[in-house]
């Protein structure tokens, strides 16, 4: 019978000992636990470029950027924007406009008929990039509706009831010649003006918007008529500058079928449970139009 001395036992724990101790001090180097410097990107706003026969103006109210990284979203950021970027090497990056749908803060998507700005960027540790991102309407955006109020006439039409119809301005005008302009007198109570009728714009869900800038001293509110429906989207809300908002008709237009007749409409309305706000409402109107694909 053979036995193995205590010693022996002992020297062979101590050298799986030390082994383990070596492993686990090479896994806990001073390389492991220090902080990865990152890159930094800038970006300041979006510039959009427009073809004004085909889409109109080239207004915008961009919010934020949505960054993609060979076509991973790697976050979303308010603008103007400074983020790291812990990543080293070139790579394929997009940019791409953010807005806030219906103008509502906690609202925030990503514009679907804006192309993405794209660049080739090479990060290093402690970089600072500056983008410029630059964007266009994407070439199969179709508009529905376009209203500038710079040809001689207006395509609205008004309800059976409105106290006054949208005259043109050349005064506290947005951009061009001429802005919508609506004044209530204080024996007026209501207006109401509808687009033209639009259909077979939405398939399966696809985005349909309103773009337009707006200034009003009362809240006004936009919707979709249909020949037998009347559906309340979005109060403007009151402003002394002009301000520009992304209007969401998708989901209302969805809920209908696809050869609906649509018209988007203004309205306002003064009654003994609202009152006005002022005495005298006015608002103005310009870049009025409807996007779809």
């Not at 090479?122 to 983008?131: D, L």
């Not at 209007?247 to 018209?263: D, E, G, H, V």
Request: aromatic letters at 14%; proline letters at 4%; one cysteine or more.
């Amino acid at each position: 019978m053979h036995y193995i001395k205590k010693n022996s036992l002992v020297n062979k724990f101590k050298a799986a000992f030390y082994i383990v101790v070596l492993i686990i001090t090479n896994s806990c180097s001073k390389d492991n636990f220090e902080a990865k410097v990152p890159s930094y990107i800038t970006i300041d706003n979006f510039t959009v470029t427009s073809n004004y026969a085909v889409h109109g103006s080239s207004s915008s109210n961009i919010t934020d950027v949505w960054v993609y990284i060979n076509d991973d979203l790697v976050g979303t950021y308010e603008l103007p924007a400074r983020f790291p970027v812990i990543k080293e090497g070139t790579y394929n990056v997009k940019f791409y406009a953010g807005i806030k749908d219906n103008g509502v803060s906690g609202l925030r998507e990503r514009y679907l008929f804006y192309t993405p700005h794209e660049e080739q960027i090479t990060f290093e540790k402690g970089k600072e990039i500056k983008i410029e991102p630059k964007v266009s309407y994407i070439s199969s955006t179709k508009t529905a509706w376009l209203e500038d109020f710079e040809s001689p006439s207006t395509s609205f039409t008004y309800s059976t009831g409105s106290d006054t119809i949208i005259n043109k301005t050349n005064t506290s005008v947005f951009e061009g010649n001429a802005s919508g302009y609506v004044y209530l007198q204080s024996y007026m109570d209501f207006f109401e003006a509808k687009s033209p009728v639009f259909s077979n714009v939405s398939s399966l869900g696809s985005p349909v918007y309103l773009e337009l800038n707006f200034k009003t001293n009362e809240p006004i509110l936009v919707g979709l008529k249909t020949d037998d429906d009347n559906i309340g989207i979005v109060n403007l809300n009151t402003t002394s500058t002009w301000k520009k908002i992304y209007i969401n008709l998708t989901p209302a237009i969805s809920q209908k079928s696809a050869n609906t007749n649509f018209y988007v409409f203004f309205g306002i309305q003064s009654s003994g449970l609202s009152p006005f706000q002022t005495s005298n409402p006015e608002f103005y109107l310009d870049n009025i139009k409807i996007l779809h694909y």
